[in-house]
């Protein structure tokens, strides 16, 4: 009689069960220690991006001094040190993109140490993260603007003359014959930097006033004010406008006041335009604005405005028109006791007061090159030759 002998299996599920845990651990603590990694990968991500933004919010620049600081500021804010957490060689980085003279793009990068747990178990005693983001800034023609258009006196810029005090990049060039270049650098659509330009006079609908967010007078408010948009005026493109009918003085009034309650009388935004009688010429006032509206609270009172090769027809209607570009203006001040035009003389600011010399309209301001247009819809960076386009800022890494 045959006996079968068996060995004795109890305990065994048990030590399955022993390794099983052991599995189950080593998962869990491989899961653990990356989720802190990817946390602080995450985390330095956000302050890389962080610090690159507030560098080029410093751009562009010949000199990168200013943004450098500003980034450094952001990382302490954000308990990091450049020093100890930048990356080796250089934690920020500068490039020339349009290769222009300035640099427009910023790249910051951190690395560092990361904790190590349960990792230390398999001898790994040390994990490096790193992120970096790289920041562009650079004029766009593409944008939603204002519900008012300016047509310059020299669409074409063929006219050399009319650049004689029009000296845009400051670089003092003139040709042999002693007269200022005509190239588009020095005289782009024979726009002159430092005088005042009229947004809308009092004399009716052919006064720069155009149907960007519709005809009428409630969705020319509401463009005034950013309640509606107008939809991108683009450089080099035909935008289909009419032209807004009637004086509209007081919807224009109410509208900006709207838009800029928060300042209230005695409105300390504004800036005294004194343009030359003739020319309207006026460099201080310019001047003024520029340093206003370039920071702080005065910065709302940039606003974009397209450049038109021609106005829409009179008497109604809507018609194909060229978009020479699009520029950013600073909205030096308004007509708020009347539906006439303001007066200035060189001397004398525009005000309802003088109703000779220079007609400064209803809505006055200047051309702001170089500077950044709060609350309004800027498509992308282009590459456009226009001096007076908007800047935008985006992140590209």
């Given at each position: 009689m045959l006996t079968h002998l068996r060995t004795d299996e109890r305990g065994q599920m048990a030590w399955a069960f022993v390794l099983l845990l052991l599995v189950v651990f080593m998962f869990f603590a491989v899961a653990f220690d990356a989720g802190m990694w990817f946390f602080d990968h995450?985390?330095?991500?956000?302050?890389?991006?962080?610090?690159?933004?507030?560098?080029?919010?410093?751009?562009?620049?010949?000199?990168t001094s200013a943004a450098t600081t500003a980034a450094q500021t952001w990382l302490t804010r954000n308990d990091t040190n450049s020093a100890t957490d930048g990356c080796a060689p250089n934690w920020i980085e500068f490039d020339d993109v349009n290769s222009d003279g300035k640099y427009d793009e910023v790249r910051v990068c951190l690395r560092r140490s990361s904790s190590v747990i349960f990792a230390a178990l398999s001898n790994i005693t040390d994990v490096q993260v790193s992120a970096s983001a790289t920041a562009l800034t650079g004029p766009v023609s593409i944008a939603n603007v204002m519900p008012w258009a300016v047509i310059p006196p020299d669409p074409d810029c063929s006219e050399g003359e009319i650049c004689t005090s029009n000296d845009i990049d400051g670089d003092g060039l003139y040709d042999t014959d002693g007269e200022c270049r005509a190239d588009f650098d020095e005289c782009p659509w024979g726009l002159n930097k430092n005088n005042l330009y009229v947004?809308?006079?009092?004399?009716?609908?052919?006064?720069?006033?155009?149907?960007?967010?519709?005809?009428?007078a409630v969705n020319y408010r509401d463009c005034i004010e950013g309640e509606a948009i107008s939809g991108f005026f683009e450089e080099g493109q035909n935008v289909v406008v009419g032209l807004q009918g009637g004086n509209l003085g007081q919807n224009t009034d109410n509208a900006l006041r709207d838009r800029y309650a928060d300042e209230g009388a005695p409105w300390p935004c504004d800036v005294a335009a004194t343009p030359d009688e003739i020319t309207g010429y006026d460099a201080d006032g310019r001047t003024e604005a520029y340093s206003r509206f370039a920071t702080g609270d005065c910065a709302d009172r940039l606003v974009l405005i397209p450049i038109l090769y021609s106005m829409p027809p009179q008497g109604?209607?809507?018609?194909?028109?060229?978009?020479?570009?699009?520029?950013?203006?600073?909205?030096?001040?308004?007509?708020?006791?009347?539906?006439k035009d303001a007066y200035g003389t060189d001397g004398s600011a525009c005000s309802t007061n003088n109703d000779a010399g220079y007609g400064c309209g209803m809505v006055w301001g200047y051309l702001m090159e170089g500077l950044r247009p709060p609350d309004f819809l800027l498509q992308r960076i282009s590459d456009t030759d226009n001096p007076f386009a908007p800047l935008l800022i985006a992140l590209v890494e």
């Open positions: 995450r985390t330095a991500q956000n302050q890389a991006e962080a610090a690159a933004l507030a560098a080029v919010q410093e751009l562009p620049a010949a000199d947004f809308k006079s009092g004399g009716g609908g052919n006064t720069g006033i155009i149907d960007a967010c519709g005809n009428g109604g209607g809507s018609d194909s028109l060229q978009v020479l570009g699009v520029a950013t203006f600073g909205l030096a001040s308004w007509n708020r006791v009347s539906n």
